[in-house]
Each structure stands twice: as C-alpha cells, then as structure tokens.
C-alpha cells in the first residue's frame, strides 16, 4: 500500500475529501500536523521516514515554504514540491512568470511604498486590487473604487 504523509494546520473539507479520495483507491494517507513538526537541517527526523511522498496542506505559507524545502533536502518526494509552492506563493513572482509565458491577466504592477502604489493606481484607474506581495493565510482582496479604499 502506498503511504503518504499529509501536512496539514487544520483539517477543512478538502483535506477530509482527499482522505476520502486516498482511502478509496488504497492509498493510506497520514495526517501529519506541522505545528507538531520539528526539522532538523542535517537528518530526516524518524517519524517522516517510512513515506512513499508527502503533501504539504499548511496554511502558512512560510511554514509550507520551510517544510517543503526541508523534504527535499532530505530526498523526499513532494506532491507539491518546494519550486511550485514558492512560484505560486508570491503573488509578483506569479504575475511575471504569467507574464513571461504570455498568459493573460489583469493588468498588474510592483509597487513598494504606499505612495509610489497609489500613484500607479491613480495612472491606471480605479477600480484596483492593491494587494501584498506574500499575503499569510491568504486573505481575501479588497477592491478600491477611490483613493480612499486603496
């Protein structure tokens, strides 16, 4: 049977559907909290040993970042490997890679002071998303109609 090692914060209904999805095509799927784990730099810690592959479903992305990195330096398979969480967690990094393979999106710029933002959003015009550039959790963004909401 094929093991692999679930990474998780919280238990919501996608995680309960991919036990579900696992359990039904004998595959055992392990839950592993990450606010449990403690990775050591130079040796995979005993209880990770043992696993076919891990998929990392934490919430943080710094921690998702740091434990994904530590797998594969261990030589560890990721479902979700470190290079992907890192392209998809930083919202800049997503938008010029989209950018750069000539996928459509709405119009976006960097900015890195509230000024220098709000001045693009002006140039541009309202409607606008100002979001961060790493966003913890993933909260969800805000559109600003006027200066005032930017």
Known sequence: ???????????????????DAAAARGVELVPIDDRELVLPVHAAPKELLGYDAFLERGISYTTSHYVTMALEQYGMT?????????????????????????????????????????RRVEAAGYPAAPTPVVAPGGPPVAEARQRRGA
């Open 1 to 19: 049977m094929v093991k692999i090692g679930l990474i998780w914060s919280r238990i919501r209904n996608d995680e309960k559907m991919l036990m």
């Open 78 to 118: 990721c479902v979700n490997p470190h290079r992907v969480l890192a392209n998809c967690g930083d919202k800049a990094l997503t938008s010029l890679l989209l950018a750069r393979h000539g996928v459509p999106t709405p119009r976006t710029s960097l900015a890195f002071e509230t000024e220098s933002s709000i």
